[in-house]
């Protein structure tokens, strides 16, 4: 079996930090592999061959960080040689160094999370591909662009990483949002063998919190709609993209984006939620095509004027709109002395808020909204006429 020993190599320099190394023997050969971890001569504990700190010393909390890094180095460097012996091949100290450098290579985390972005992108999982990519950038921001191995995560670096989130204004949901994909990327690593769970997780929070619906009653989406702004088009726009998902039912932002033409037909959209694939119908109003004859025909396939530019990255066309829009609704929340903020998805709930304080029935709003759950709401909701819904949806517009 091969022997794997912590070293030390003080500096040729007075009073500079010498380099801690490891030591790798099998068969009677040596060989040494350099680390980039520097400490002074006197924080090195040469019986104990680890590194030490006084309690206290000013650069306590980074020795420890040191100890931590070399005991999972060691432990690393030993599993890699227990493989190769158990695997029953011949093997040299020189192949237990390359095989460290290449995991260190490919399972950092920083290169873990690429690897999975890239595969996600390329099984389609656009949307997921695309906030492991936020996460990614997140955890990259909080590390300083540091890398680590994902065997060394830990429940100290996930409780910092939590406090600097909400040191940074974020809610625990938004911060949920960050560790439950970072928890996924470890599990996945788990799953795959690479490492063994130290479950870093144990004392952050990745549930969801429930939150308050920021439905928005008639009266303001009345303030809303009379506001005169035929003389601030970006502020004008984003009023009329509101208003219009308002109408459609509360129809959400993407949906919207990427519906087409042909949707539109007999005088209703007829289109598929992309979030669970139910088809809805919902009757075209005048208030709707008033809309849409405020603005030039889109050039492309799609109906709203939204993705307008044909050959676009239709994705990035649709994300740069929603966010854009969404500044100017906060916007126009302010011109109205409005305390909370406006979205596109506050539309969606102030139409189920409509309907509701119209008195019509949970199961017709749930239609008309496309309810999501696949049980219980499914069974009694597929009997009903479209019309029905229809009918509500005018009561509600007209109302406005």
Known sequence: MASIKVKYRPSTVVDREGAIYYQIIHERK????????????????????????????????????????????????????????????????????????????????????????????????????????????????F???????????????????????????????????????????????????????????????????KTVKRALPIPVIKKIKALDLSMIPALDYARDMFLLSFYLRGMSFIDMSYLRKSDLKNGSVVYRRRKTGQQLTIGWTPEMQAIIDKYPENPTQYLLPIIRTVGCNERCAYRNASYNINHNLKKIANMIDLEVPITMYVARHSWASAAKAKGIPVSVISEGMGHDNETTTQIYLASLDTSVVDRANKLIISAI
């Open 30 to 141: 040596v060989r040494q592999l350099t680390t980039d971890y520097h400490v002074h001569t006197f924080e090195w504990n040469e019986s104990r061959s680890m590194v030490t700190a006084s309690p206290d010393s000013e650069r306590k909390f980074f020795i420890v960080s040191i100890r931590e890094r070399i005991r999972w180095d060691v432990e690393r460097l030993t599993k890699i040689a227990k493989k190769l012996d158990t695997d029953g091949l011949s093997f040299t100290p020189d192949d237990i160094i390359d095989e460290f450098k290449r995991y260190e290579k490919e399972y950092s985390l920083f290169n873990y999370m690429e690897t999975l972005i890239i595969k996600h992108k390329q099984n389609g999982r656009t949307r997921t591909s695309e906030t492991y990519k936020v996460a990614l950038n997140s955890f990259k921001s």
């Open 143 to 209: 590390r300083k662009e540091e890398d680590l191995m994902l065997d060394s995560l830990t429940t100290e670096i996930m409780e910092a990483y939590v406090a600097w989130h909400k040191k940074r204004g974020n809610s625990p949901n938004t911060i949920s949002f960050y560790t439950r994909i970072l928890r996924a990327v470890y599990n996945r690593a788990v799953e795959e063998e690479i490492i063994e769970s130290r479950n870093p997780f144990r004392h952050v929070y990745t549930g969801v919190d």
